[in-house]
């Protein structure tokens, strides 16, 4: 195990080098950030100073390299438009974006797994056609605009709940919180579902298209056979078989809503990553925006391990192939 964990670390180094490159690349020459810098009124003299003094006036592979080796220390230099550590804003901003990301996965999966988990075992009810509906509802209306729909009944026209910001905070240590406030909790519903809607019905898909594909396999039929109750071939064999291939959606899927959740944080205006990112690329920050994008490489190659690993905690057949040198 501790062989194969190294071994996919090892192969993430080329992806994260490829992944910063083509980031540095691709931001290095979007907008001019020495003129948002300096506003409209300044000399050449002062231009030429600020693009020595940020290093801009090197080639682009000295750039690129220092770049790359500050940022394997946890050093992505100045913001442009903040002239604050790049780390030090991320560092501010991640406690947001996870929160929401993180509980609009819980949303997602509470829900969806049991609403897949029904419509695959009760396709023929009047139920499970009201959630197959609701489920294109949510996989065709883009997120914006679901956004803009909860603001539009819960905010403006009931009232109930904040049409944007993330509402009172508690800071533990480094982190922010607002889960143990009355008004963070309430802020943080509306971006949660938003975000979640699309996993959940993706979730809820899957889930019933793999429970409806394990239900006709023969070891289903040997169970029944054997005189086992329905509850025990539902949930004791058949949902746990249909767990792998959820595993790996519901891993990436993680790593989407974290990568993606610009278009909520915007709608919401919720002060995360990506909000900072939508504010950098109209500054041509490009400090933050590479770092944004490294970061949440990053995180995909962490989170493919931690599915890799999970695999074998629920199917023992690829501990079994591997403890016998298979693949």
């Known amino acids: 195990m501790f062989a194969f964990v190294i071994s996919r670390i090892l192969q993430s180094i080329p992806v994260l080098l490829a992944v910063a490159l083509i980031s540095f690349a691709m931001f290095a020459y979007v907008g001019d950030p020495i003129a948002i810098m300096l506003g409209q009124d300044f000399t050449e003299a002062q231009r030429a100073a600020l693009v020595a003094d940020l290093g801009l006036d090197q080639p682009f592979w000295v750039q690129f390299t220092r770049f790359a080796l500050h940022a394997a220390q946890g050093e992505f230099g100045l913001s442009y438009r903040l002239s604050r550590p790049v780390a030090d804003l991320i560092a501010e901003r991640a406690p947001a974006t996870l929160e929401l990301a993180f509980c609009a996965a819980a949303v997602a999966l509470a829900i969806g ?14 139920l499970s056609r009201a959630f197959l509906t609701f489920s294109l509802i949510g996989v065709s209306l883009p997120t914006f605009l679901i956004g803009i729909l909860l603001i539009l009944v819960f905010s403006v026209w009931l009232g109930w709940l904040p049409s944007f910001g993330r509402g009172d905070t508690v800071t533990i240590g480094w982190w922010s919180t607002g889960l143990l406030t009355w008004s963070g909790i309430k802020a943080l519903i509306l971006p949660s579902v938003t975000l979640g809607l699309f996993q959940l019905t993706l979730i809820m898909r899957l889930v019933r298209a793999e429970m409806l594909e394990v239900l006709r396999t023969d070891y289903i039929k040997f169970a029944r056979a054997r005189g086992l109750t329905n509850r025990a071939v539902h949930f004791g064999h058949a949902l746990k078989n249909t767990l792998v291939p959820v595993i ?67 199917d023992p057949r690829l501990r079994t192939g591997r403890g016998r040198g298979g693949h």
């Open 113 to 126: 797994v049991p609403m897949g988990v029904y419509t695959g075992l009760y396709r023929h009810s009047w």
């Open 248 to 314: 790996t959606v519901v891993g990436l899927q993680l790593g989407a809503i974290i990568a993606f959740a610009i278009v909520t944080e915007t709608v919401f205006q919720w002060p995360g990553m990506g909000l900072l990112f939508i504010q950098s690329v109209g500054s041509a920050d490009i400090p933050v925006m590479a770092a944004y994008l490294l970061l949440i490489a990053c995180l995909f190659v962490v989170i493919n391990l931690i599915v890799d690993l999970l695999y074998y905690a629920v």
